[in-house]
Nanobody, 123 residues
Framework: QVYLVESGGGLVQAGGSLRLSCTASGRISSINVMGWYRRAPGKERELVADITRSGLTNYAESVKGRFTISRDNAKNTVYLQMNSLKAEDTAVYYC?????????????????WGQGTQVTVSS
């Protein structure tokens, strides 16, 4: 199993910045994709951004130019720098990985989720 610990959420005024971090641990063989999703009140969970092991990134249209995703492969950590935050960015942000890990004698590839961190942007 892969364990994900998120940090960095909080309350910020519109126009401000926050940086989220997520570190993966466990009997990990490799992590292909690391990413961030969010769920706003009354809405479905949506992809915010993700990044492959080689550094290829993908962003939701709504955050392009404002958010930057990065990762440190040596630390199994992914970051999300969020600038120019808007009220509509308010949501619970979830870290996600697509990883290969060991479970007993088996090698398993699959998704893992963090517990989520609240980001609230006041207008």
């Amino acid at each position: 199993q892969v364990y994900l610990v998120e940090s960095g959420g909080g309350l910020v005024q519109a126009g401000g910045s926050l940086r989220l971090s997520c570190t993966a641990s466990g009997r990990i063989s490799s992590i292909n994709v690391m990413g961030w999703y969010r769920r706003a009140p009354g809405k479905e969970r949506e992809l915010v951004a993700d990044i492959t092991r080689s550094g290829l990134t993908n962003y939701a249209e709504s955050v392009k130019g404002r958010f930057t995703i990065s990762r440190d492969n040596a630390k199994n950590t992914v970051y999300l720098q969020m600038n120019s935050l808007k009220a509509e960015d308010t949501a619970v942000y979830y870290c996600n990985t697509q990883a290969t890990y060991y479970s007993l004698a088996d090698k398993i590839t699959g998704p893992s989720w963090g517990q989520g961190t609240q980001v609230t942007v006041s207008s």
